[in-house]
């Protein structure tokens, strides 16, 4: 046996659907009203692998006549058949009608033992999902996909990209994985990459020079040029240079969306492709204020739960296009 769930506008209706879609030796569970609708739970028995139900035209015929009119429902004629006394009679007729009930009563009784044993099995289900929760589900499929690829193979990573983020997203850190992935390939000619530290016009000398030490630091273990712009006129420049022979990865400081809405006719001048990165172990106010069409969830391996960053980037209808680690390896391959 097997118990299923059905949902129809009323408790005539239900039992209809019930008998329409598993006949009528299907046994009645329990009713209940959820809301203006009414729910139905029913046990039917388990057909063969790939074997349709095929519902009887008499039987259809017979629950079409009987529509017509108001029956009592299946469960109460059932439990009127097991307690009503059997015919005195026919003593042949008698013992089959007894057979049955005694059969009836324990088919009822298992299917309540069941029921009793799994009542997770007829929680409410919803019955439609919003919006936010498919894309929430969507997020989750293109997490999983993403992080069991290597990061150079997860898109394409040839022009000139810009990473954005809050301070300690993993922003350099996404870079130099990207560059240690690239460079323990297996081929003649990886691709070469050039970085540039963006300084934000909010930060001070001290501040933008520590940020282009850290990554002159990554460029050094990778062979990678490196240079600082300090302006928006020096970054132009920069990436007109550079972009010929090189994919450019951009590290910027800490940006307010007034700094990239600026930055953005440089960036689409020079097809630079901008992403968002979002720690994964981040708190999701963080994540929600990403509104980037690339978002790169970095950290990956330091986050022990990642639904409310998943919820978050649900409802900010983001769509993840990177996955990266915090853990990168301290000398790439000769």
Request: with cysteine; glycine share 4%; aromatic share 4%.
């Amino acid at each position: 046996m097997e118990l299923k769930r059905l949902i129809a506008e009323d408790s005539k209706s239900a039992l209809q659907s019930v008998r329409t879609t598993y006949g009528e030796d299907a046994l009645i569970v329990s009713t209940n009203k959820i809301g203006s609708k009414t729910e139905v739970i029913c046990a039917v028995d388990l057909l063969p692998d790939n074997e349709p139900f095929v519902d009887d035209p008499t039987t259809a015929e017979v629950a079409a006549t009987a529509q017509s009119a108001e029956t009592p429902p299946f469960s109460a004629s059932l439990g009127s058949m097991i307690n009503s006394a059997p015919p005195a009679g026919d003593s042949g007729l008698a013992s089959l009608v007894a057979d049955i009930q005694r059969e009836l009563l324990e088919l009822r009784e298992s299917v309540v033992t069941h029921v009793k044993d799994n009542p997770h099995e007829l929680a409410p289900q919803p019955e439609a999902e919003t919006g936010a929760s498919l894309n929430e589900r969507s997020l989750r499929q293109q997490y999983a996909n993403l992080r069991a690829m290597p990061l150079n193979e997860q898109r394409t990573w040839e022009g000139s990209h810009l990473f954005f983020g809050r301070p300690g997203a993993g922003k350099t850190r996404c870079i130099e994985e990207l560059l240690r992935v690239h460079a323990n390939r297996p081929i003649d000619n990886p691709p070469t990459f050039a970085l540039i530290a963006l300084s934000s016009p909010s930060c001070d000398t001290e501040q933008a020079n520590e940020h282009w030490l850290r990554l002159a630091r990554v460029s050094q273990k990778y062979g990678a040029p490196c240079a600082q712009a300090k302006s928006h006129v020096h970054l132009s420049a920069l990436i007109t240079q550079l972009s010929g022979a090189h994919t450019v990865l951009i590290d910027t400081q800490t940006l307010s969306q007034e700094d990239l809405q600026e930055l953005q006719p440089l960036l689409d001048n020079h097809n630079v492709q901008s992403h968002c990165c979002v720690g994964a172990d981040f708190a999701p106010p963080a994540s929600a204020s990403c509104s980037a069409p690339s978002t790169i969830v970095t950290r990956a391996d330091l986050a022990e739960d990642l639904t409310m960053m998943f919820s978050a980037l649900a409802q900010s209808k983001t769509q993840i296009t990177a996955v990266a680690s915090a853990i990168t390896c301290s000398k790439p391959k000769d």
